[in-house]
């Protein structure tokens, strides 16, 4: 493993639970190992009724966020999964063999910057001089940045805590840091069980988009049963979009919080799976520019490079 890729991905770690779907004739012999997050990909095809209809028999790896996944495609241990735009900049400037095979359009508000409800900041200029929890590179960080310029401030005009979810939860909850840049269930949970308020969400600020990527191995080996997936994942959104209530339900279950937060959860993931196109292209090479600007990755790189748009689903 090269240096550059040591630096992007020590320090993280993963937990892993694995179970098998069954599988059709069609690929019974073929098994793609899925990296998901839980109440993810896995949730979601329960919930539509699509694992028993996978043609492909899927084993599932959970993970507790991005760069813990990122890590284990890295090492080979799982063959796909999804992260977001700014994660896929991350993994691609560390030397990870992936590429995106899949796209998932959404509109962005997933990701946000919260603060405790008695906070007297209000805006993203009152967090001038303040401290917010984030992880590195990935989308709360991205959107920080992305609010403090169009703000019209300076990227240093914050003090960034770079800490595990878990850790910035309970970090904003007594007080050490002032905000929380974060996405999805966490920003639902922190709003709705905690009281937290959303300062600004990515809405305007980010392009909504997260990819199914999958590594350069797997799409040597196995082009047929990634693109079955991606088919199970698109037909899975396109259920979500006329099934909210029955998908907060079973995401509810999943995950163990209430039915609030995974109606808000659910709210924000509405999203359409589309193959990667050069409008696809475009929008994720400005994302990378972005992140060389601010310095959240050293050098410049190629959406172009990191993609596969072959995958025909």
Known sequence: MSFSRRVFLTGFSSAAAACLLPSSSAFAATSLHVGDQKGGARALLTAAGLTEQSPVSLQWSLFAGAPMLIQALTAGAVDVGVIGDAPLVFAQAGGSPIKAVAAIQTDGTMTAIVVRKDSPIRSIRDLKGRSVATLKSQTGHYLTLAALREAGMQDDDVRFVFVPPTAAKMALQN??????????????????????????????????????????????????????????????????????????????????????????????????????TPDIIRKQQGVSDFMTATKMIPGSWDAKAVTDSGIVF
């Open 175 to 276: 007080g050490n840091v002032d905000a929380w840049a974060t996405w999805g269930p966490y920003i639902a949970d922190a709003k709705i069980s905690d009281g937290a308020r959303e300062i600004v969400n990515g809405g305007r600020l980010m392009s909504g988009l997260s990819y199914v990527v999958a590594t350069e191995e797997a799409l040597q080996r196995q082009r047929s049963a990634i693109a079955a997936y991606n088919r199970l994942l698109k037909d899975g959104h396109q259920w979500m979009l006329t099934h909210a209530e029955d998908y907060a339900t079973a995401w509810s279950k999943e995950t163990g919080l209430s039915q609030p937060v995974a109606r808000e959860v659910v709210r924000t993931s509405m999203a359409t799976v589309v193959p990667i």
